[in-house]
């Protein structure tokens, strides 16, 4: 619901300094040419739905501190009786899994959402612009220039490098770990 704020509507008609609308409802102010109240159903002042909100006490949210639908201690909705998502599981039949028994959304044959016209994975996908590529064109997990999380700290591939490998040796060794 978008409401303008010439039209009377100041601050205190809208909602709380801090945003609040009663129970689920929260407003941003969109600058720009006259100013507009944007109200977005369902979110809370942090920014989430206040159903999933742990700091608001969302119901979504269990006594463990996870989404109800998620907790394997709670029973969760979501979850099989393999202790997997449900959605994913190949064994209960889930509705991600493909007719050749992969996720949809990767199985190249099936065409997923995750494959590009290229035939490869869209976010490794170089002509794409997958989000996996940085802007030295590598994978920005391996690239060194970017920093990626598979560059150790000498430099090289993390499974690769040998003093890394040795400390992590000497690190269950000595119990370090």
């Given amino acids: 619901m978008l409401v303008d704020i010439d039209s009377a509507c100041m601050p205190d008609d809208v909602g709380d300094i801090d945003g609040t609308l009663g129970r689920d409802k929260r407003a941003t102010f969109e600058s720009g040419v006259g100013g507009i109240w944007i109200i977005e159903r369902g979110a809370c002042k942090h920014g989430k739905q206040r159903y999933f909100c742990l700091d608001c006490g969302g119901k979504g949210i269990c006594t463990h501190g996870i989404e109800r639908r998620n907790c394997d201690e709670c029973g969760g909705s979501g979850r099989c009786p393999h202790g997997r998502v449900k959605y994913f599981c190949k064994d209960c039949g889930g509705k991600g899994i493909c007719a050749h028994g992969r996720q949809k959304s990767t199985c190249k044959e099936c065409g997923g959402s995750g494959i590009c016209p290229h035939g490869k994975h869209r976010h490794h996908c170089k002509e794409c612009g997958g989000s996996g590529i940085c802007e030295h064109g590598k994978h920005r997990h391996h690239c060194k220039e970017c920093g990626?999380?598979?560059?150790?700290?000498?430099?090289?591939?993390?499974?690769h490098c040998k003093e890394c490998g040795a400390a992590k040796v000497l690190d269950q060794l000595t119990g370090m770990d």
């Fill in 148 to 159: 990626g999380s598979g560059i150790c700290e000498h430099g090289k591939h993390r499974h």
